[in-house]
């Protein structure tokens, strides 16, 4: 297997998490297909104002709004920062563990400390 077949595997693996994930949380699942979309999505799954998209488009502030996003994303599922350092790093598989797993979807969880 060479690495353009690894690197389309991880893309494949990632759009499916993430669509299940857009499901669990009652955005349409097709929203991770369309670029821009789907960070408002992702925006609005993190329990943030949608003009949180806007500072996406500010270089180097991004990756800070981006960690921010991810954080409220695993708190809405009840998750906790240690869940939020793998959706930072591995994102295509605990995309799929949160999408395929037994996490619900409810906004405004309090973090899980553990």
């Known amino acids: ?3 353009t077949m690894l690197y389309l595997l991880l893309c ?3 759009i ?3 669509w ?3 499901v669990k949380a009652g955005q349409p699942g097709w929203g991770c297909l369309i670029p821009i979309f789907n960070i408002y999505c992702l925006v609005k799954i993190a329990g943030k104002s949608g ?3 806007l500072l996406y488009f500010i270089p180097l502030l991004n990756i800070i709004m981006h960690i921010l996003v991810l954080s ?3 708190r809405n599922f009840g998750k906790g920062v240690g869940f939020t350092l793998g959706l930072i790093f591995l ?3 605990f995309f799929l563990i949160l999408g395929f797993g037994d996490a619900t979807y409810a906004p405004g969880n309090p973090p899980v400390i553990a």
Do not use: D, Q
């Open 16 to 18: 499916i998490g993430l």
């Open 72 to 74: 409220g994303v695993s």
């Open 91 to 93: 994102p295509f598989f």
């Open 51 to 53: 003009w949180w998209l």
């Open 20 to 22: 299940k994930v857009f």
């Open 1 to 3: 297997m060479n690495i």
């Open 12 to 14: 494949l693996l990632f």
